[in-house]
């Protein structure tokens, strides 16, 4: 159970997007936190690395260049 407690907006408080163009490659990090907190995951890399269970900075021990797949069934 998450130690963070999150804020939100009203839904009509957030921003109206129409579409999204989302990127052909990115790239992906699998990041670990503390042997305390135990959380893993993978992030999106260069994005916060703030662990969502206890809030301390997570170590990012792998980081691939992903490529995307758009199904136009999903
Ligand atoms: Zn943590």
């Known amino acids: 159970m998450s ?3 999150f804020e939100s907006y009203e839904l009509n408080e957030y921003t109206e997007v129409e579409s999204v163009k989302f990127p052909e490659k990115i790239y992906i990090a699998y990041a670990d936190c503390g042997k305390s907190c135990g959380y893993r995951g993978f992030i ?6 703030v662990c969502d269970y206890c809030g301390k900075l997570m170590f990012r021990t792998e980081v691939k ?8 069934n999903e």
């Open 65 to 72: 260049k992903c490529k995307l797949i758009h199904d136009e």
């Open 3 to 5: 130690k963070m407690r």
């Open 44 to 49: 999106v890399d260069g994005q916060t690395q």
